[in-house]
C-alpha cells in the first residue's frame, strides 16, 4: 500500500482514538450515561481496543492486508472500513452479492438529494430551527417517510464543528434518506448505521441520533435513540416524560442491538426535540441553561403554535446566555398534536 495512504489513515485513527479517550477522561457521569445508553463504557474500550489493532498493523504496515492472498485491499474499502481484512475476489458468492449491495447503496448516498420540507402531517403541528456556531456546524434535522408510509424525522449532532463534522453529516443524511424507505423500524435503521459509520476512517467522533417514526391515524411514536439528549414528551396534563437513549451514539461502540420504544401520543401533546446548544447555553456565571428550565420553559409555553414557540424558546436562550457567545450548534425540531 502506497505509504502517503497508510500514513493518512494512521492519522486519522489516532485522532478516533484521541477524541475517545478525551470523551472518556473528560465526560461527565451523567453525559457518558446519556450518549451510552443501556450500554456500559467497557463497550467504547472494545472499540479502542478495535482502533488500538488497526493502529498497531497501520505501523508495521499490514494494515488491510488480506488474509488469503497477502496483498492489500481496496483502498476505498478500507476506507469505508479500516478492519476490512480480505480480498474481494476471495469472497463468497453471497458475500459479494451483499457487498455489491452495499456499494450500491453507497453510490445512491453520494447521489442523494438534501432538500428539508416541512411534512403535511394530518393533526400534527410542526415547525424547526437550525443554526450553526461557525460558518457550518454539525447538527442535522430531517423529515423522512418509512417503508409503511409512517412519517419519520430525525434530529443529530456529529462531536464536533466546523467543515469536518458538516461534511459527515451530509453523509448521514444522504444515508436516513437511502435506508428509511426501506425500513419500517427506526431501530433497524440505526443499527444498520452503526454498521456503515462504525469503522468509517473519516468519522472522527460519534454521531448521536434520534429517530422516529410516527403514525398519525394512531398517533402511535415508535422511537429509537442513539445517544442523543432526550427529547422531552410535555403532556396535557403538563406532565413531562424524557424520552431517554435506546442505544449507544452511531460510532461509539462496536456491534450491539439498538431497543425501540413506543409511546402514543395524545390530542394537546408536545414533542422538543434538540441538540446540546440549547440545554448547555452558557451565563456569564457559567452556568447552563439545563433541562430543568428546558421543562419549565415547555410548561410555560405549551399554549403556542410550534413556530412561535421556538421563537420564543430562541429569545429565552438569548437573553440567558447574555453576551455569552454560543460555542455550539442549535437546532430546535417541535411538535405539537392538535385538540381534537
Known amino acids: 500500500m502506497d505509504t502517503q495512504i497508510l500514513q493518512r489513515f494512521r492519522e486519522n485513527l489516532l485522532q478516533q482514538r484521541q477524541a475517545l479517550r478525551d470523551w472518556l477522561n473528560n465526560t461527565s457521569a451523567q453525559k457518558k450515561q446519556i450518549r451510552l445508553g443501556p450500554l ?166 460519534f454521531i448521536t441520533l434520534f429517530l422516529g417514526s410516527y403514525d398519525p391515524t394512531t398517533r402511535v411514536l415508535k422511537y429509537c435513540n442513539a445517544g442523543h439528549n432526550p427529547p422531552l414528551w410535555l403532556r396535557a396534563n403538563k406532565s413531562v416524560q424524557w424520552l431517554q437513549p435506546t442505544g449507544a451514539a452511531i460510532g461509539l461502540a462496536e456491534s450491539f442491538t439498538f431497543r425501540q420504544e413506543t409511546v402514543t401520543l395524545s390530542p394537546g401533546d408536545i414533542l422538543v426535540l434538540y441538540t446540546d446548544g440549547v440545554t448547555e447555553a452558557m451565563n456569564a456565571a457559567r452556568e447552563e441553561f439545563g433541562e430543568n428550565r428546558l421543562a419549565e420553559f415547555v410548561q410555560r409555553h405549551a399554549a403556542l403554535h410550534p413556530k412561535d414557540f421556538i421563537k420564543a424558546l430562541r429569545l429565552a436562550l438569548n437573553e440567558f446566555a447574555g453576551e455569552q457567545a454560543h460555542h455550539d450548534d442549535v437546532t430546535i425540531v417541535v411538535g405539537k398534536v392538535k385538540l381534537n
Open 40 to 205: 456500559h463504557e467497557q463497550e467504547v474500550q472494545t472499540h479502542l481496543q478495535v482502533i488500538d489493532t488497526a493502529l498497531t498493523k497501520a505501523d508495521n504496515q499490514t494494515l488491510g492486508l488480506c488474509e488469503v492472498c497477502h496483498d492489500y485491499v481496496e483502498t476505498d474499502r478500507l476506507e469505508m472500513d479500516f478492519t476490512a481484512c480480505v480480498c474481494i475476489d476471495h469472497y463468497s458468492a453471497e458475500q459479494k452479492r451483499r457487498l455489491e449491495a452495499e456499494l450500491e447503496l453507497a453510490h445512491k448516498f453520494q447521489k442523494a438529494l438534501l432538500p428539508q420540507q416541512f411534512p403535511e402531517v394530518p393533526g400534527l403541528q410542526i415547525a424547526a430551527f437550525s443554526q450553526p456556531a461557525e460558518i457550518v456546524g454539525g447538527d442535522y434535522f430531517d423529515f423522512l417517510r418509512f417503508q409503511d408510509q409512517a412519517h419519520g424525522f430525525a434530529v443529530a449532532d456529529v462531536m464536533g464543528k466546523g467543515l469536518p463534522a458538516s461534511m459527515l453529516m451530509a453523509s448521514l443524511q444522504a444515508s436516513l434518506r437511502i435506508l428509511a424507505p426501506e425500513n419500517e423500524s427506526p431501530a433497524a435503521v440505526a443499527q444498520r448505521l452503526n454498521g456503515l459509520f462504525c469503522h468509517n476512517i473519516h468519522l472522527i467522533k
